[in-house]
């Protein structure tokens, strides 16, 4: 047992040195032991205002990676789009509406696809899609397995016909890119609020809360939340994807802070103060998240009705009458999530990784 637990941190220990050595290379090394040892991306150092000081506040890019997932034997829960339904069985009021699954064999019809009863097969084409789009007018199409908003669709009718994301397409143009879009789902679009919707109308502008198991009370809390959204025409709000902003909200007031994260042109994240959304020029710190109070409350019940998990972070649409939970993951990423502080600093989050590996 001792050689093979050896064994282990030797080849872990490799792994580490190869990562750290193509991140920092030799001047790396000299110049910053602390990054390279417990490897720190130089993306993380730069945003979280990471030194040789505090170094110890934070779990680095390689610690978080190396435990996850968080939620193991139950990460299905929420790496899966389809999970979602799991977790919230009996908030159906909470959830978008689910009509389609889509693999090589078909368009799978689900719970909420209408007229379900009717449909004499357990699956059918493009052309049930294309019937639901006329009668919904937008639909949204998304991997069931992905990150930073990569592979969603928006699918309209208009006018002159159909478009996707943005793009004009015939309607045997639409049924081919259906077709094709394996392991996705077709789901409800929602609307969102309306000061949302002003603030930029291309993309569902979710909050992130980020919930983690305290092991002392035995009890989920919210230990980070952001708000994200979409820029430059951008249909997802995600950071990652190139073209988003967020802004970190007060978890008790439900307020818009003045510090947030901006990547604009697939330039990169850069840390913002004082955020003004780059296409509709509206001020976001100060703004009041109507509902917070209730989704905050609705989501930490849900999150201890669950809590076979421990780690999880709900992103979360406003609409004007309360509020829809689009998907939940299972982490957040180390540099965004640790821009106000590092996690190392809450004990929560150290009794977390503990668990898991010790740190």
């Not at 952001?226 to 988003?244: E, I, M, T």
């Not at 802070?257 to 100060?286: F, M, W, Y």
Request: hydrophobic residues 40%; aromatic residues 12%; contains cysteine.
């Amino acid at each position: 047992m001792d050689m093979t637990f050896s064994f282990r941190n030797m080849k872990n220990w490799l792994k580490l040195l190869i990562y750290s050595f193509r991140e920092w290379g030799i001047l790396g090394f000299i110049q910053k032991p602390w990054a390279f040892r417990r490897g720190f991306t130089k993306e993380m150092v730069s945003l979280c205002k990471i030194t040789s000081k505090n170094h110890c506040e934070f779990i680095s890019d390689w610690e978080h990676n190396n435990r996850w997932p968080f939620n193991k034997p139950y990460q299905g829960a929420v790496s899966d789009k389809l999970g979602l339904v799991r977790i919230l069985h009996e908030y159906k009021e909470c959830m978008p509406e689910y009509y389609f699954f889509i693999d090589q064999y078909g368009l799978l019809p689900l719970w909420d696809c209408p007229n379900k009863d009717s449909i004499f097969a357990y699956r059918v084409d493009a052309s049930a899609f294309i019937k639901l789009l006329d009668l919904k007018k937008i639909l949204v199409i998304k991997p069931t397995h992905s990150e930073v908003g990569w592979g969603v669709m928006i699918a309209k009718r208009t006018t002159n016909g159909y478009s996707l994301n943005g793009k004009d397409c015939n309607v045997e143009e639409l049924k081919s890119k259906i077709s094709k879009a394996y392991n996705n789902i077709v789901t409800e679009y929602i609307i969102q609020h309306e000061y949302a919707r002003k603030i930029c109308d291309t993309s569902l502008n979710t909050i992130r809360m980020l919930g983690v198991w305290n092991s002392e009370t035995c009890q989920f809390e919210i230990i980070r939340c952001f708000h994200r959204f979409g820029c430059n025409g951008n249909v997802v709000d995600n950071v990652g994807s190139g073209n988003g902003l967020l802004v970190y909200v007060d978890i008790e007031t439900g307020i818009l802070e003045d510090i947030g994260l901006i990547n604009e042109n697939h330039k990169g994240d850069r840390v913002a103060h004082h955020i003004v959304h780059p296409d509709s020029h509206i001020s976001l710190t100060g703004l009041q998240i109507p509902y917070f109070q209730e989704m905050k409350a609705k989501v930490l019940k849900i999150l201890n009705e669950n809590s076979y998990l421990r780690y999880v972070g709900f992103d979360v649409a406003i609409t004007e009458d309360g509020f829809k939970i689009i998907e939940a993951n299972g982490s957040s990423t180390p540099s965004v999530a640790q821009v106000k502080g590092g996690f190392l600093k809450d004990k929560r989050m150290v009794d977390l990784f503990n668990s898991i590996k010790p740190l």
